[in-house]
């Protein structure tokens, strides 16, 4: 959800050519962030526990994390 705010304000920005909406999809990053880290990302390790911290661990936070190679 909060990829998809970013990604319209950004498209915004591009479509109509301005640097104001760039900005402000730097500083909703920011707030997003802020939040995510701050309250969300807490409340969720509280609730789910080690099942949340294993998933934390397996994906990226904004970017999927790429497919690690097996131990040989």
Same mark, same amino acid.
């Given at each position: 959800?909060? $990829?998809? =705010?970013?990604? =319209? =304000? $950004?498209?915004?920005?591009? &479509? /109509? *050519?301005?640097?104001?909406?760039?900005?402000?999809? =730097?500083? $909703?990053?920011?707030? &997003?962030?802020? &939040?995510?880290?701050?309250y969300e990302e807490p409340f969720l390790t509280? %609730? /789910?526990?080690? %099942?949340?911290?294993e998933y934390t661990a397996a994906v990226g936070?904004?970017? +999927?994390? $790429? +497919? *690690? %190679?097996?131990?040989?």
């Open positions: 959800m909060y $990829l998809g =705010v970013l990604t =319209v =304000v $950004l498209g915004w920005a591009a &479509f /109509f *050519q301005t640097a104001t909406l760039a900005l402000y999809a =730097v500083f $909703l990053f920011g707030c &997003f962030h802020t &939040f995510i880290r701050l509280r %609730e /789910f526990g080690n %099942e949340y911290s936070r904004w970017l +999927p994390k $790429l +497919p *690690q %190679e097996p131990a040989a």
